[in-house]
């Protein structure tokens, strides 16, 4: 329970701010006073305490409040499955970023797909990006046997009857020949190659570029880095 009171119990909010990235102590001071920071759904005043359980926002956007939270963005290879142990052996996720602090994987990518996937240990967070309540985009880029035309993407983008019911609508372009980018924000199973599939398109293969507000380039197959903490933020925002 949020204390406001000038007791020792729990730890300033403008300390969590700073400690979050929001900047110095003086403008996450400032942030409280322009009424952009709420506790438990209330807006904070200034010098109020959290304790464990309170829920902090700033601009609507939930807070990690956790000190040793860590996130890290992966390009994920073929032929490495999104789970933190595999009884067949296969290699997964976990083994190509730092053991310490442990981390898992936000969601899940096909063994045979490639792409972006964020491994954290704030687990509200990695909740909060994979409920479809939130609505955090997902974006693929496909190289598809044929190219899509106009009927088919028009089908992407009103939904898809699959067999576990019809899709929500995806944005849907084909920006060159075989190619087709597609954005979705559910987390079917294997859900944008049975997509294509049902509108005649095959996946020949599969790239994630996209999740929410991070994407980047740079990295390698195989290769990782740790978010920024204004990337952090970004994320946090995307949920809000």
Same mark, same amino acid.
């Given at each position: 329970?949020?204390?406001?009171?000038?007791?020792?119990?729990?730890?300033?909010?403008?300390?969590?701010?700073?400690?979050?990235?929001?900047?110095?102590?003086?403008?996450?001071?400032?942030?409280?006073?322009?009424?952009?920071?709420?506790?438990?759904?209330?807006?904070?005043?200034?010098?109020?305490?959290?304790?464990?359980?309170?829920?902090?926002?700033?601009?609507?956007?939930?807070?990690?409040?956790?000190?040793?939270?860590?996130?890290?963005?992966?390009?994920?290879?073929? $032929?490495?499955?999104? +789970? @933190?142990?595999?009884?067949?052996?296969? %290699?997964?996720?976990?083994? &190509?970023?730092? /053991?310490?602090?442990?981390?898992?994987?936000?969601?899940?990518?096909?063994?045979?797909?490639?792409?972006?996937?964020?491994?954290?240990?704030?687990?509200?967070?990695?909740?909060?990006?994979?409920?479809?309540?939130?609505?955090?985009?997902?974006?693929?880029?496909?190289?598809?046997?044929?190219?899509?035309?106009?009927?088919?993407?028009?089908?992407?983008?009103?939904?898809?009857?699959? $067999?576990?019911?019809? +899709? @929500?609508?995806?944005?849907?372009?084909? %920006?060159?020949?075989?190619? &087709?980018?597609? /954005?979705?924000?559910?987390?079917?199973?294997?859900?944008?190659?049975?997509?294509?599939?049902?509108?005649?398109?095959?996946?020949?293969?599969?790239?994630?570029?996209?999740?929410?507000?991070?994407?980047?380039?740079?990295?390698?197959?195989?290769?990782?880095?740790?978010?920024?903490?204004?990337?952090?933020?970004?994320?946090?925002?995307?949920?809000?």
């Amino acid at each position: 329970m949020v204390n406001n009171s000038d007791t020792e119990e729990g730890e300033r909010v403008q300390k969590i701010l700073a400690r979050a990235g929001f900047g110095s102590r003086r403008a996450c001071e400032e942030l409280v006073r322009d009424q952009r920071v709420a506790i438990n759904g209330t807006v904070a005043q200034l010098g109020a305490r959290l304790s464990p359980g309170d829920e902090l926002r700033v601009d609507g956007a939930v807070i990690s409040m956790l000190p040793d939270a860590i996130t890290y963005l992966l390009n994920k290879p073929s $032929d490495v499955v999104t +789970t @933190a142990s595999d009884p067949q052996g296969r %290699p997964t996720v976990v083994e &190509l970023v730092p /053991t310490s602090p442990r981390v898992f994987p936000v969601g899940r990518l096909d063994m045979d797909t490639e792409g972006l996937l964020l491994m954290t240990n704030d687990g509200e967070m990695a909740n909060r990006l994979t409920h479809p309540s939130f609505g955090v985009e997902k974006e693929y880029l496909a190289h598809v046997s044929g190219t899509p035309g106009r009927a088919a993407l028009r089908q992407l983008r009103e939904g898809v009857e699959l $067999d576990d019911g019809l +899709t @929500a609508p995806a944005k849907a372009s084909s %920006p060159g020949q075989g190619l &087709l980018r597609i /954005t979705i924000h559910e987390g079917r199973n294997r859900q944008v190659r049975r997509m294509c599939d049902a509108v005649g398109f095959p996946v020949k293969r599969l790239v994630r570029v996209r999740i929410g507000p991070i994407a980047d380039r740079t990295i390698k197959p195989g290769q990782w880095r740790q978010l920024s903490m204004s990337e952090v933020i970004d994320l946090q925002r995307a949920t809000a």
